[in-house]
């Protein structure tokens, strides 16, 4: 991690895939909580890089739509697979 943010910067797109894929890595672990607050980060560095519509950010938030339903929280599930869809949907 600290070799990533050293070499790519804290606010790179390599530094947000790196924190998505530690995010899922707990996921998998069952680690929800942790992998929710990693995948926020992730997303706020792809929106402040200006790439809410990058399909790496649609990725992001459906990885986090699936957290929110292991977390029993379907409705908020359901507005981040909204929002991914929107996002692929205008790649088309």
Known sequence: ?????R???RHSMEYATFQSNLAMLHA??????????????S??????????QHPD???ALLNLA??????EKPQEA???IDQSIS???SQL
């Open 43 to 52: 997303l706020g560095i792809l929106k402040e890089a200006k790439l809410e």
């Open 66 to 71: 699936n957290i929110e339903y292991k977390l």
């Open 1 to 5: 991690l600290n070799i990533i943010k």
């Open 7 to 9: 070499y790519s910067g």
């Open 57 to 59: 950010y649609a990725a």
């Open 28 to 41: 998998d672990m069952g680690s929800y909580d942790f992998a929710k607050q990693t995948l926020k980060v």
């Open 87 to 89: 996002i692929i949907s």
């Open 78 to 80: 359901l507005i981040l």
